[in-house]
């Protein structure tokens, strides 16, 4: 296993999948059913990409931020409010998300 | 014990609005509000600093932080204090903000002239600004502080392990109410015990998911509207204008759905089963620490009156009547500005850049 990110359990449940960061709705299309979204924070406007979505990963926000109210909605688990260490998640890097603890641990 | 007493206004219909709204209107209204809300979201950021540098409202945003801060802070805090003075200041701003939609739909005498336009505005703005401070610190946790702290901390307090006594106790739940609610400006120091925090959120999620879904009560509501896959936003603004009375349960609540437009695509899929407030109970009063079970049912039910507020001051400034006046108020000063600054005061005032959109007023009028 590989470095872990500390963050806070905003919605339960543990998932493994692939990093892709999305920063805008530029980023939207390019999203994958089963990746996890990391994001600095998400935005009502981004449709069905939580349906899309195993995971939610973010920098900013705590237990009450919107990313973490529509992970809860939608079963998948979330940590909140990694911090801007997060940034040296690449794209494509294999994560484990346990949304009970708040931790992300790089899987390669 | 009946916490209604603690709730914030209750909303009041928005049919009498509406029928004073010019019904051309209404799609400019409804588009710069969608548009503008999710341009929000992306510039979050830099408004989160603009309102957290804005000099005029300075003294009341630390005078808030403060309050908040105080009461988080003390050991053993009655928090129907805390809650009857938050009330007491909440109410205030918003019979201020009432106050001022009242004038933009009934005072003529506000267009008299570039002056009394002006001095108007200067009021508006400020008015505006102390009451996004209320939002920001209610529904975000962007910020230092949030209003839910003191309650969510005592939540914490009473359920902490009982190992955990006096200064040492309230100041591990005042920590952990801080990281789990305000990470982004939390500090920890070091050797501070995660084990708390974890063991807390864990056992908070389904609580926040049984308040969630009251959050999301618009889904419920708009799912039973006809929904169809090429409806644009504008097709939702003519079927309330000519349909308003299919659309009558939605607005005496005080929200105008062409503003949940985004909640309204959302509602057509089906949902999970909600959880029931008992179920959701359960995994926090696992942890209760007997002793203190009087403020943790008080905390518990004052979560529950936070969350009212937090729906009501989502639903009245961005669902509902502040949305509605206060489009229509920005509309007029769009006409009397000079072409050449148009555009520059609708992206400030839009972006709820109360200041800079006073800036721009004051130089432009026509």
Same mark, same amino acid.
């Given at each position: 296993m590989g470095k872990e990110f500390y963050g806070i359990s905003a919605a339960s449940g543990k998932a493994e999948g692939t990093a892709r960061w999305v920063l805008s709705e530029v980023d939207l299309d390019s999203f994958q059913v089963g990746e996890i979204l990391f994001a600095k924070m998400t935005s009502p406007d981004w449709g069905n990409l939580f349906q899309k979505a195993s995971a939610v990963v973010t920098e900013q926000g705590g237990m009450l931020c919107h990313a973490a109210i529509v992970a809860r909605e939608e079963g998948i688990p979330a940590v909140v409010g990694i911090g801007e260490e997060l940034a040296e998640v690449q794209n494509g890097t294999k994560v484990i998300v346990d949304g009970d603890e708040g931790i992300v641990t790089i899987a390669d | 014990m009946d916490f209604k007493n603690y709730n914030p206004p209750?909303? *009041? +219909?928005?049919?009498?609005?509406?029928e004073n709204v010019p019904s051309d209107l209404l799609p400019w209204i409804a588009e710069k509000h969608i548009k503008y809300l999710d341009d929000r979201i992306h510039k979050i950021v830099k408004l989160t600093d603009y309102l957290a540098?804005?000099?005029p409202v300075e003294r009341e945003r630390k005078e808030f932080i403060a309050f908040i801060e105080n009461w988080t802070k003390k050991d053993n805090a009655d928090l129907l204090d805390y809650t009857k003075e938050y009330?007491?200041?909440?109410? +205030?701003?918003?019979? *201020?903000v009432e106050s001022q939609c009242e004038t933009i739909m009934k005072n003529a005498s506000i267009w008299n002239s570039n002056d009394t336009l002006k001095n108007f505005w200067k009021d508006f703005a400020y008015v505006n600004e102390v009451d996004s401070l209320f939002g920001m610190f209610l529904t975000s946790g962007r910020w230092y502080v949030n209003a839910m702290l003191p309650v969510v901390k005592t939540l914490i307090y009473t359920t902490l392990p009982n190992d955990l006594k006096g200064n040492e106790r309230n100041e591990t739940s005042y920590l952990v109410a801080r990281r789990v609610i305000t990470p982004r400006y939390t500090t920890v120091p070091k050797g501070y015990n995660h084990s708390c925090e974890r063991r807390f959120a864990n056992s908070f999620i389904p609580m926040l998911q049984y308040y969630d879904r009251k959050l999301l009560f618009l889904f419920e509501i708009l799912s039973k509207y006809n929904y169809f896959p090429s409806m644009t936003l504008n097709d939702l603004v003519t079927d309330i204008? =000519?349909?308003?009375? !299919? =659309? +009558?349960?939605? @607005?005496?609540?005080?929200? =105008?759905?062409?503003? $949940?437009?985004?909640?309204?695509? $959302?509602?057509?899929?089906?949902? *999970? !089963?909600? @959880?029931t407030f008992e179920a959701a109970k359960k995994r926090l009063e696992k942890n209760l620490d007997e002793n203190y079970r009087q403020d943790f049912e008080t905390?518990?039910? @004052?979560?529950?009156?936070f969350k009212e507020y937090e729906l009501n001051y989502n639903n009245y400034n961005y669902k509902g009547k502040?949305? @509605?006046? +206060?489009?229509?108020?920005?509309? *007029?000063t769009y006409q009397r500005i000079r072409d050449d600054k148009k555009e520059e005061f609708l992206n400030a005032i839009l972006l709820d850049g109360f200041y800079e959109a006073l800036e721009i007023i004051n130089n432009n009028l026509i």
């Open positions: - | 209750a909303l *009041k +219909s928005l049919i009498p609005v509406l540098n804005c000099d009330q007491g200041r909440y109410t +205030s701003i918003r019979n *201020k204008i =000519y349909n308003k009375k !299919e =659309y +009558s349960n939605v @607005l005496m609540q005080g929200i =105008y759905p062409p503003f $949940a437009w985004h909640e309204f695509i $959302a509602s057509q899929k089906p949902r *999970k !089963e909600s @959880l905390a518990l039910g @004052l979560l529950d009156v502040f949305g @509605l006046v +206060s489009k229509v108020f920005y509309y *007029k």
